[in-house]
């Protein structure tokens, strides 16, 4: 029997993604594992693999097409087989929860390419935060929420111990996109006039974009983040003499030179190491403490921002770091970053220095509780040993923290040594 | 049509294919001059001589080897056994003879022989004779196992049973063999390996064998007054199980309920469930639940003995549970 290939979720942040090209044609069969197309999502471009084995009937999405998660995206089926029942126009984003009886009947969902299974987005509004195994759900919610591209977590069950279940989904999906809908109705510069007003002075247009999947993500993250973690920051300049002669010396002996965010990540570590209370995770009923280090680093796209990590970076030396930032960076430049690469820090640097930014405050990078915005090396007037005043280099750091896992005093004691460590880095090996 | 009782339409399935089949013959304890302990065979003994209708001592293990025996050596025998609570005397012929000779003669030799009996819990009978045993013999591979729950099912697998070259066990019960049914006049066999939906609907699957059947369409009945469409799936066959036409009826609902008289440890329904929650797990809205006997030899009270089998109630109990709907 012929059946539908529906758009599945291949990142946990998921709901929308671009078919980039179709590695099989029309009639072709293939195999379960095998490459049918490849999409882009939100953060990257991910690999869609066969969930069966069969052939290629019709292609509904072509190459270029956008398709939300659950939507059909081509027709499968036994060689010759009438894909014309199936062959309907591709629904549009906005369609109804419900699905159709064929879908119903045998739905082809590929298992998502997971890697790691750390929550990324925090939940709404005090919802207690817990990994998507630990919380109670039928299999047939999960599986419409992955359809409908909701994310479980937001959703109120109303089963036995709070299971999620069908309904709850559905509900929740139909109060979403019921929201959706009135907010759009009242879009701006619709209102007709009020009589006797006169003409309205016509102005150029505004331009607007629409808002890229990508942004989507960036924007409900950070929301996410900002709304629920109770930020405070602590600032502290430091002084960079010693960091910056320290740099240029190893750059001096190499060909190519090693980035400061390199140096600055592994110091961040040694620090961490000696304050795993700084590497936490805000759980809702539990803080998670890892051993690991995992640190991302802000990097700047041209279409908005990602987070790449370096694993364990207390195991690794500045100059594997270094190696491994300017492959993910590459990597993600091409739009290749696998949710692996980018989701789970414990720790997140952003520097704003190459801008010549004294210094900032950031957001912090779920499901990480600490951030370190790091200004530029400016020289300023300090004041020297004998109350003289002198030139030096300085740079500025800001330390974000969520006071649910870290109090002040935390990370005031970590920044001290970060600090120390900075102005001196061979406090580091102490 | 005629409206047959169970033991009726098991005694004319018998009737049809001694006449059709000299090799068919019955044999077992009372089946020729008392006509069967529970009247299934009888008149037969009068029709077809004490050659092919044959009394046996009471002695399980020796007339069950006996008919293994006769089916190696060419004929087609039918073994009743007054229970299925005695024929575990007969284990060993059935497990360790009758299922196993095909495979280990590589094929040269087939056991066609019929095994039936009442099965299951009746009425005031106490432990050692009223319990299901349906999973002793639905454990072994070799063996088909039928559970009728129905005249016209009976009569037709019945048929089935005999004509089949394989060791088939059938699963009858005392109290179903009073039980009334339409049976079409016209011949017909119920092929093995064939579940049944026994009614539509849409909301959730309940799949049951045997003498349950009854109470679990009483059930779908109440639910219906209710708005609540229940499926009915009717196994018939345990071994071999008709796995897709579960799975095709759960697919459309999303939720399982399996409802059997036997001890829930290791049984055929929590064998199903367990079928059910590997192969349709994606789409399951909650919890496959199991309505089965109690874990407990049957009590001998009247009242223990109701509350240790399944009920209307706590089917509808497990509804409740796989709808999260506490208002049925």
Same mark, same amino acid.
């Given at each position: 029997m012929a059946q539908k290939l529906m758009m599945i979720a291949l990142s946990p942040t998921m709901t929308e993604g671009t078919i980039a090209t179709w590695k099989k044609n029309e009639g072709e069969a293939f195999v379960a594992g095998d490459l049918l197309c490849e999409v882009e999502t939100d953060k990257a471009s991910m690999d869609y693999e066969a969930p069966t084995s069969a052939v290629?009937?019709?292609?509904?999405?072509?190459?270029g097409g956008k398709a939300s998660v659950?939507?059909?995206i081509a027709v499968i089926g036994k060689a010759g087989e009438a894909s014309v029942s199936l062959n309907e126009p591709v629904p549009q984003p906005s369609r109804e929860a419900e699905t159709p009886a064929v879908e119903k009947e045998s739905p082809i969902v590929a298992a998502s390419s997971e890697t790691d299974g750390s929550p990324i987005a925090p939940p709404p509004h005090g919802a207690p935060l817990a990994p998507v195994s630990a919380l109670p759900s039928s299999p047939l919610a999960r599986k419409i929420a992955r359809e409908l591209g909701v994310d479980i977590r937001m959703v109120r069950g109303s089963?036995?111990?709070g299971r999620v279940v069908e309904k709850d989904v559905k509900a929740f999906s139909e109060k979403s996109s019921a929201g959706a809908f009135s907010s759009a109705v009242a879009a701006p510069g619709e209102a007709s006039s009020p009589p006797g007003e006169g003409k309205v002075l016509a102005r150029p247009p505004s331009k607007e974009t629409p808002v890229s999947g990508k942004r989507a993500v960036i924007a409900k993250r950070l929301s996410d983040s900002f709304f629920s973690a109770p930020h405070y920051y602590l600032k502290k300049q430091i002084l960079a003499e010693n960091l910056a002669e320290a740099r240029a010396a190893v750059n001096a002996k190499r060909e190519s030179s090693i980035s400061i965010n390199s140096i600055i990540v592994k110091l961040a570590a040694t620090a961490l190491l000696r304050h795993p209370e700084m590497n936490v995770f805000w759980k809702g009923d539990r803080i998670e403490q890892r051993e690991v280090i995992d640190i991302g680093l802000a990097v700047a796209l041209p279409d908005g921002l990602i987070t790449p990590i370096v694993r364990d970076c207390a195991a690794k030396g500045i100059l594997q770091i270094d190696a491994e930032f300017s492959a993910l960076i590459e990597k993600a430049k091409g739009k290749?970053?696998?949710?692996g690469e980018y989701e789970g820090a414990g720790f997140t640097v952003t520097n704003l220095g190459s801008f010549g930014i004294d210094e900032f405050t950031a957001i912090i990078n779920p499901p990480g509780s600490a951030i370190l915005a790091v200004g530029a090396i400016i020289k300023k007037p300090v004041i020297g040993p004998d109350d003289t005043i002198l030139a030096a280099r300085t740079m500025t750091l800001t330390l974000g923290c969520d006071h649910r896992t870290i109090d002040g005093a935390v990370g005031a004691r970590f920044m001290a040594d970060l600090a120390s460590m900075l102005e001196d880095p061979f406090q580091a090996l102490l | 049509m005629a409206e047959l009782t169970y033991r009726e339409a098991l005694n004319r399935a018998l009737d049809e294919e001694m006449a059709r089949d000299p090799k068919v013959f019955l044999m077992g304890e009372e089946v020729g001059e008392y006509d069967g302990a529970y009247k299934v065979s009888k008149g037969l003994l009068a029709k077809y001589g004490p050659e092919r209708v044959r009394d046996t001592p009471i002695s399980e293990l020796g007339f069950t080897g006996l008919g293994v025996g006769a089916a190696i050596a060419g004929l087609r025998p039918v073994v009743e056994w007054m229970t299925h609570n005695f024929a575990l005397l007969a284990l060993d012929q059935v497990v360790n003879n009758a299922a196993k000779m095909r495979q280990m003669s590589g094929g040269q030799l087939s056991v066609p022989i019929v095994f039936r009996g009442p099965n299951g819990p009746a009425e005031y009978l106490a432990a050692q004779h009223s319990q299901d045993l349906a999973a002793y013999w639905a454990h072994v591979p070799g063996l088909k196992v039928l559970a009728p729950a129905t005249p016209s099912d009976a009569y037709g697998l019945l048929k089935s049973a005999i004509r089949d070259d394989n060791p088939v066990v059938i699963l009858e019960s005392e109290i179903m063999y009073s039980w009334k049914g339409e049976v079409p006049d016209k011949e017909f066999l119920v092929p093995i390996g064939e579940a049944q939906v026994a009614r539509e609907g849409t909301d959730l699957t309940i799949i049951t064998y045997s003498k349950p059947l009854k109470m679990v369409l009483e059930a779908a009945d109440r639910l219906a007054l209710k708005g609540v469409k229940a499926e009915v799936v009717d196994? @018939?066959?345990? @071994?071999?199980?008709?796995e897709e036409r579960l799975y095709a009826s759960v697919r459309k609902t999303g939720r399982c309920i399996v409802v059997e008289e036997?001890?829930?440890?290791?049984?055929v329904g929590s064998h199903i469930a367990w079928l059910v929650s590997k192969n349709c797990f994606d789409i399951l809205d909650a919890q496959v639940e199991l309505v089965s006997g109690e874990d407990v030899p049957m009590p001998y009270s009247h009242s223990l003995e109701l509350a240790a089998q399944p009920s209307l109630e706590k089917i509808i109990g497990a509804v409740r549970r796989v709808l999260y709907r506490e208002d049925l």
């Open positions: 290629l009937l019709k292609i509904l999405v072509p190459a659950g939507e059909t089963g036995p111990e290749g970053l696998s949710p | 196994l @018939r066959s345990l @071994r071999p199980l008709d036997a001890w829930p440890v290791a049984s």
